[in-house]
């Protein structure tokens, strides 16, 4: 699982910061969370391609996470895209599309799907759950969490012992397919071990601090939290329904995370390093993100 920060900041870009967007690839996919301004150049910068994103999840309709889509969609036209593109997002989508649609883009050539979706499991299939959860912030919100999902470990000598011949039945039983072995069932549970637990990513979108964020985050692997303003301008942030960085590291903590990446940084700040410090007072596996970082699990 690779993820990228195309833009790292709040409403407002700054010299080093653009728009709101990440992109994680995994599972054969290239999956976007939000899409601000500038966020098909910072794709060029990133070598990600954008015919290869899938999946485009919107937290809000902010402009500083969906001014990006009209170009992107545009630019994905241009270059002969055919495959279907999914677009997920809070209640409002139909207006999204709508406004794209009165700007005067041409029909796209390719199949797009508004998906609009409110808390809950959006996609689950073998290998990924992807799923929204509602937040707290000045216009209906969705925090997003990507989590991995792992086939137990096959036990091999295990299943040498109880007769399976070496071969295709070690995928069926991997696979939860019972087999027949000398007129005997094989059970799939008999030669798997037990359940592995994936990563799980949780994206936080706008938000001011609060409970349903925290036990949507869970045990996640990775918490990407917005951090738009210091301690010292908590006044700024719940004026506009933001986090500080103490917000974001409390969540990070009473959410049993195991890391903390701060991200939507108000251009006000030159130099985060307060942020950061503020930050791993209370959660110390903490980095600030840069656009363009690359972060592996």
């Not at 993820?3 to 728009?19: D, Q, W």
């Not at 995928?171 to 000398?182: M, R």
């Not at 329904?241 to 701060?262: G, M, R, W």
């Amino acid at each position: 699982m690779e993820i990228t920060f195309l833009g790292t900041s709040s409403a407002v870009h700054s010299y080093t910061r653009s728009h709101a967007s990440i992109a994680l690839k995994a599972f054969g996919e290239t999956l976007l969370f939000d899409c601000g301004e500038g966020t098909q150049r910072q794709l060029i910068y990133a070598k990600i391609s954008p015919m290869k994103i899938s999946k485009i999840f919107i937290t809000h309709y902010h402009g500083d996470h969906i001014l990006g889509i009209p170009g992107l969609l545009q630019s994905m036209n241009f270059r002969g895209r055919e495959n279907k593109l999914y677009i997920y997002g809070p209640k409002g989508l139909d207006n999204l599309c709508q406004a794209i649609s009165n700007l005067g883009f041409p029909n796209f050539n390719f199949p797009i799907e508004w998906v609009e979706i409110d808390s809950g499991t959006i996609i689950e299939n073998d290998e990924y759950i992807i799923k929204a959860q509602r937040v707290k912030h000045n216009t209906p919100t969705l925090a997003y969490s990507v989590e991995e999902l792992k086939k137990p470990r096959f036990l091999r000598q295990k299943a040498i012992d109880l007769g399976v011949p070496v071969g295709p039945d070690f995928g069926k039983l991997h696979n939860g397919i019972p087999v027949e072995v000398d007129g005997r069932i094989i059970q799939p549970e008999q030669v798997l071990g037990p359940p592995r637990k994936g990563h799980k990513i949780t994206y936080s979108g706008d938000t001011r601090p609060c409970e349903e964020l925290i036990e949507f985050a869970k045990d996640s692997t990775l918490l990407i939290h917005e951090s738009t303003y210091k301690v010292e301008d908590k006044d700024k942030a719940d004026e506009h329904a933001h986090s500080t960085s103490v917000d974001a590291a409390k969540t990070a903590l009473y959410s049993n995370s195991k890391e903390l990446i701060l991200t939507h940084i108000s251009a006000r700040y030159t130099d985060v390093s307060d942020l950061l410090a503020e930050a791993k007072e209370i959660f110390e596996n903490t980095k600030i993100a840069e656009d363009l970082m690359k972060v592996e699990l």
